[in-house]
């Protein structure tokens, strides 16, 4: 009988009752459903009646459909709002600090990372009351002079999606600056005075050693924000409804108005199938260049 | 060393980030002590928060919540704690593949499941129940939590694996009498994980729950802001709330939280 190396030595079959329960919700609950979903993706049909092969149409209508390609479109200007700006404000802030050993980092953690535990639906509700017209926003750019800058910011079609954008930079930037503070603080000092004895501007430096050694916590901010900014959909549905006119439609957005609203599950699935392979390919690229920092 | 100046501008920049992230949750806190109505005195109005609960049924939506958070947290950490057991000390045929499987499990986005579980569990009459709701929740929770309960069973001594055995303890012993018990902080932030998404979790019971009887409290906020213009009291204090559960837990075990977020940020 084959001895395993590791583990309590218990008879190996036993392992199958252990993970059981978790296969069994799994397979019902994911798997299932996820097949499913690549089964209805393949039809045209209306939710009630009968149903009929549609071959790829449906993915075909997805990248051609000015309005399904808007979304995507939507999704790509959102991760720069959720992932680009909060991951180089992030590293710029915690750069321009990394000289310091500051006190009281554990309050200012806590704080920094409290918009990441809200409920998204109290966020997008939170940020409608600072948008609206009579809004804090529009009175502090009136309060200054700025009286012409002042809009209905999520009623406006050229600014509602930045808008809806400036939301996730709020969520992600905390996230962004508290793991590279925390990696920044893992970094041994030696490091710059070794730097800075051999003549390195803060400019070099932060190229030649924060940068590489911050690329694992890079990873893991990218991953985050990237996944948020793809998979938006609580703040749209409560913030805009999509709206003005389909300005703020995202991908998820989409998923639920043409399976439920339009009655095209079809679309709806196809839709879906598009954004989970879309998600896929952005966590294995990005992992992969995090990983390939650290060897 | 520093200098005075700099650390200086390093307290105001964290200061400045620090109250750009309080003030829309100091909004809401202030415009839910407000006064709606015109002639009422006083400053703080806190029968604001018992309207909500009533008027507003959100004491209906949170009862619903927390049900639905403690069976998705409850169901899925026994499940993750056992899989996670076998996957991260036992050998068996088969177990690479079905842990990738898992893997890529944590991966999918709900919206590639919710569409055709719905139609699904419609033919079966199961839409608008709790186990529609839970669920679904409990299977992408378990992918999680298995994912993290492994790592740390992996990492647990096997010394002490080895001692239990030779005591004369079992593996179901082994588990619950003594890694377990060990390893209460790794098993304490997946409970905080899973619960915060559990709570926060929109998607799955907009579209499972169909009428009002089973909306959890995001699903009954935003429903809820639908029917009123925003920035009235009652519409904070129902956010408020909502919010209050998870953040008071985040201010208990705020290490659990970052330090999930960050070790598991596969979700």
Known sequence: MQVSSRGPGEPRRVAYLYILPALLVFGLFVLVPLARTAQFSLYEWNGLGSSTWAGLSNYRDVFTEPQLRGAFVHALVLIVFYAVIPVTLGLLLAAAMSRAVLRGMGFFRVVLFLPQVIPMVVVAIAWRQIYEPNGPLNDVLRFVGLDSLA?????????????????????????????FLAGMSRIPRELYEAARLDGAGPFREFRAITLPSLRG???????????????????????????????????SYQVYNNAFLLGRVGIATALAVVLT?????????????GERGER | ???RGERLANYAVLALFAVIAVFPVLLILQTALSNDQIGGGGSFHFENFADAWDQGHFGSYLRTSIVVAILVVGLSTLFSVLAGYAFGTMRFRGSEVLFYVILLGIMVPAEALVIALYFDLRELGLTN??????????????????FWMRA???GSSREVVEA??????????TLWRILVPMGRPAVTTMIVLIFMWTWNEFLIPLIMATDESLRTAPLGLAFFQGQYTSGTALLAAGATLVALPVVVLYLFLQRHFIRGMVEGAVK
């Open chain 1, 151 to 179: 809009r209905p910011w999520l009623g406006d079609y050229t600014w509602a999606l930045p808008s809806v954008g400036i939301v996730g930079t709020w969520v992600g930037t905390g996230l962004c600056l508290v793991l």
């Open chain 2, 129 to 146: 129940t709790l186990v529609a709701i839970v669920m679904p929740q409990v299977a992408q929770s378990t992918a999680f939590g298995t």
């Open chain 1, 277 to 289: 392979l879309i998600v896929f390919v952005a966590t294995v690229l990005i992992n992969r260049v």
């Open chain 2, 152 to 154: 740390y069973f992996r």
């Open chain 2, 1 to 3: 060393m520093i200098s």
């Open chain 2, 164 to 173: 239990a055995r030779l005591d004369g303890a079992g593996h179901w012993a």
């Open chain 1, 217 to 251: 916590e890079m990873a893991v901010a990218l991953t985050l924000t990237v996944i948020a900014a793809l998979k938006t959909f609580d703040l749209v549905y409560v913030m805009t409804s999509g709206g003005p006119g389909t300005e703020t439609t995202v991908p």
